[in-house]
C-alpha cells in the first residue's frame, strides 16, 4: 500500500461532457467515483433517502414499481429552486458519506491518486479544498443546450431551467487548476484527456520525489547525529 494519495475533483455542467471525459480516465486505468451514480444508488427503496424524500415530494413521485421516478422528480426540482435544496440537504450527505467509503477502498487497493466525478462541485465548494487538482469539463453556451436538448429529450425552456440550476460554466473555469474545452470533436478532447493524464502522472512521480528527499534529508540527519555522539566529546 502506497503512504500518500490525492484526490482530483472532475465537473462541468449539465451535459457538457463529465462521463465523456470520465470514460477516457477509466480506459486509462485510473480510479474514478462518480456521485451521479452514487446518487442514483442511496434514493433506492429502503435507503434512508428514499425514505425521507417520499416523506417530503409524496407518492406520486414513484414509479409503479415503487422506485423513484428520476423524470418526474427532475421535472420538479429543476423548476422550483426551494424544493431542489430539499433534495441536496437529503442526498447530498448519503452520496458523501458513500464516496468516502470508495475513497478509502481504493487508497487500500493502492491507487496513488482518485478521480472524484462530482457535478456540483463548485456549487458546494467546501469540497474543493481537499482536492490537489480541479478540473472542469467545459463546452460553449450553445453545445450545451443543444446536447442536453437532444440526449434529455427536453424543450428550450426545460433545458436552459437545468442549466440555470447550476453556476454558469465561465464561472467554474475561472475556480478549476484544469480545463477542457468538449464543444468540439470527441477526438480533440480525447487527445486533451491523455495530456492532462500525463500531468497527473508526473505530479505523482514529484510526490514520490519529494518523500524520497525528505526520507534521505531525515537519514543524512540522523547520521550526523550519531557521529557527533560518538566521536566529538
Ligand atoms: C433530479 C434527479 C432525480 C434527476 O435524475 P436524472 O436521472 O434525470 O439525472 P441525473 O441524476 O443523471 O443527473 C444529470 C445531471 O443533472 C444535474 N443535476 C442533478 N441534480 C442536480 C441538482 N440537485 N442541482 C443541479 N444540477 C443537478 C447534474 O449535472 C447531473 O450530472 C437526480 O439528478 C437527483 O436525484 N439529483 C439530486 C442529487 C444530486 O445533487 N445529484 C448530483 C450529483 S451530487
Ligand atoms: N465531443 C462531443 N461531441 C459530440 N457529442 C458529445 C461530445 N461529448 C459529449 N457528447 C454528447 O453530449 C451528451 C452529454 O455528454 P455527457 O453525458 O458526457 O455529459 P455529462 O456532463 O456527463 O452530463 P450530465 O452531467 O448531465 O450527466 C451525450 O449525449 C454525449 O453523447
Not at 123 to 132: D, V
Not at 189 to 217: C, I, N, P, W, Y
Request: charged share 20%; aromatic share 8%; with cysteine.
Amino acid at each position: 500500500m502506497q503512504s500518500r494519495m490525492f484526490l482530483v475533483g472532475l465537473s462541468g455542467g449539465i451535459a457538457s461532457g463529465k462521463s465523456t471525459v470520465v470514460a477516457v480516465f477509466r480506459e486509462l486505468g485510473c480510479a474514478v467515483i462518480d456521485a451521479d451514480v452514487i446518487a442514483r444508488q442511496v434514493v433506492q427503496p429502503h435507503f434512508l433517502a428514499y425514505q425521507q424524500i417520499v416523506h417530503y415530494f409524496g407518492t406520486e413521485i414513484l414509479l409503479e414499481s415503487g422506485e423513484i421516478n428520476r423524470e418526474a422528480l427532475g421535472n420538479m426540482i429543476f423548476s422550483h429552486p426551494e424544493k431542489r435544496q430539499v433534495l441536496n440537504s437529503i442526498t447530498h450527505p448519503e452520496i458523501q458519506k458513500e464516496m468516502l467509503k470508495q475513497i478509502f477502498k481504493y487508497f487500500v487497493l493502492g491507487y496513488r491518486y482518485v478521480i472524484l466525478d462530482i457535478p456540483l462541485l463548485f456549487e458546494a465548494n467546501k469540497l474543493t479544498k481537499f482536492m490537489k487538482h480541479t478540473i472542469l469539463v467545459y463546452c460553449d453556451p450553445q453545445t450545451q443546450l443543444s446536447r442536453l436538448m437532444k440526449r434529455n429529450r427536453l424543450s428550450q425552456s426545460e433545458a436552459e431551467a437545468r442549466i440555470a440550476s447550476q453556476l454558469p460554466l465561465d464561472e467554474k473555469c475561472k475556480l478549476a487548476t484544469h480545463v477542457i474545452d468538449n464543444s468540439r470533436d470527441w477526438e480533440s478532447t480525447r487527445r486533451h484527456v491523455l495530456k492532462l493524464h500525463g500531468q497527473l502522472e508526473d505530479s505523482m512521480d514529484f510526490l514520490l520525489v519529494r518523500l524520497a528527499a525528505v526520507t534521505a534529508l531525515a537519514g543524512i540527519g540522523g547520521a550526523v547525529y550519531f557521529l557527533l555522539r560518538h566521536f566529538v566529546s
